[in-house]
């Protein structure tokens, strides 16, 4: 089964550091890109980034450069988010989606997404 | 930077009705690069449509996509109960993606 399983929910005090992680499974992921996308509580998908597992190319969408670094191992086909000072507003749902290289067919798989609460 | 709107914000319809949802783009944009998903409570969004009119696999042939210049439309022509949820559609170009900001199709 093609998947990417995401790490579990997370509870942390701002100011704090946090790596979430989405681990795909089932497919050839030379074949995709690794998207990463909020959304807030109550609201819509927002756009953070997209990486490249075989060579960790990185694209950030500009609301979150600097914000939060984007990584990836391939040698366990696992991409990472990574917060280095959280904030009350980094509370979310986090999902991770894959994108076919070269073609038009995009978030056909997603994780079942990692909810991250930061509250003191 | 591609913007999307999306309209209606709320589609208040019953279930047997047709939906048409509204996806407009700031700019001239690929159809090829056009997607729309249907998210429900609790669950990761579920893609309907790429390509602006593509099905993806599982989809019924009940939901249908369309293009006109910088105007996509999602078409649900005979809604059934599970079709009451939030859609955003989606543009991916140059290893951006874009979200437009939702339209949540209500029961009446």
């Known amino acids: 089964e093609e998947q990417l399983v995401q790490s579990g929910g997370e509870v942390r005090k701002p100011g704090e550091s946090l790596k979430i992680s989405c681990k795909a499974s089932?497919?050839?992921?030379?074949?995709?890109?690794i998207a990463w996308v909020r959304q807030m509580p109550g609201k819509g998908l927002e756009w953070m980034g997209i990486?490249?597992?075989?060579?960790?190319?990185?694209t950030y969408s500009p609301s979150f450069q600097g914000q939060v670094v984007m990584s990836a191992d391939k040698s366990i086909n696992t991409a990472y988010l990574e917060w280095s000072s959280l904030k009350a507003s980094d509370t979310a749902i986090y999902y991770c989606a894959r994108h076919r290289r070269y073609s038009s067919l995009t978030g056909d798989v997603w994780g079942k997404g990692t909810t991250v609460i930061v509250s003191s | 930077e591609i913007v999307l709107t999306q309209s209606p914000g709320t589609l208040s319809l019953a279930p047997g009705e047709r939906a048409t949802l509204s996806c407009r783009a700031s700019?001239?944009?690929?159809?090829?690069?056009l997607a729309w998903y249907q998210q429900k409570p609790g669950q990761a969004p579920r893609l309907l449509i790429y390509g602006a009119s593509s099905r993806a696999t599982g989809i019924p042939d009940r939901f249908s996509g369309s293009a006109s210049g910088t105007d996509f439309t999602l078409t649900i022509s005979r809604l059934e109960p599970e079709d009451f949820a939030v859609y955003y559609c989606q543009h991916y170009g140059n290893s951006r993606w874009t979200f437009g900001q939702g339209t949540k199709v209500e029961f009446k």
């Open positions: 990486i490249y597992l075989g060579d960790s190319d990185t």
């Open positions: 700019q001239s944009v690929s159809s090829s690069y």
């Open positions: 089932g497919y050839h992921v030379a074949n995709y890109w």
